[in-house]
């Protein structure tokens, strides 16, 4: 748009506006996460999830050893999360996949004792970091609900600086 001293003053203003708006919308980078969680034996197979919706995509849930406080997988779940990320990517090859830890049902007291002692969360981190790497996940998501205490919140800000 030419602006000449013939326009009206307010017409100048506003193709300023215009112009100037458009400049800065168009260097705006807008970035959606569209995540979406599965569950192991819930009876909907992997197979059926429409990742091409997602972005990411969560396989729920591991939990942690009572003993070990190493990861654990039972033999179901195990045989789920093992062909997790390689079935979803055939239909989105860029969508992310997050193992997820924990959820509704997990031990808080397991929990709790793990984020508690510097030997057992290096066990759980080694633990995760090496499950998610032979499973391909891109990434961890600890989902535990009942940390409800502030020394299980300061130990948990302990074990995600670790």
């Known amino acids: 748009m030419l602006l000449s001293s ?4 307010k017409m ?7 112009i100037f708006s458009l400049k800065f919308y168009s260097a705006k980078s807008e970035t959606w996460v ?3 969680y599965w569950l192991s034996g819930s009876g909907f197979p992997s197979s059926d999830i429409n990742s091409a ?3 990411h995509l969560f396989c729920a849930f591991a939990d942690v050893n009572s003993t070990s406080y190493e990861l654990l997988l039972s033999d179901s779940d195990e045989k789920e999360f ?14 992310s996949t997050l193992l997820s830890i924990g959820g509704a049902n997990a031990d808080y007291l397991t929990f709790s004792t793990m984020v508690s002692n510097s030997s057992f969360r290096k066990s759980f981190i080694n633990s995760s970091i090496k499950t998610a790497r032979v499973y391909g996940f891109r990434g961890l998501d600890l989902c535990w609900v009942s940390a409800n205490s502030s020394s299980d919140m300061y130990n ?4 995600f600086e670790e």
């Open 34 to 36: 569209q995540g979406g």
């Open 6 to 9: 013939s326009m009206p003053p």
């Open 12 to 18: 100048i203003l506003a193709a300023f506006f215009v």
């Open 156 to 159: 948990m800000g302990v074990l």
């Open 53 to 55: 919706l997602f972005t």
């Open 82 to 95: 093992s062909n997790f990320t390689d079935t979803v990517k055939q239909k989105n090859p860029s969508v």
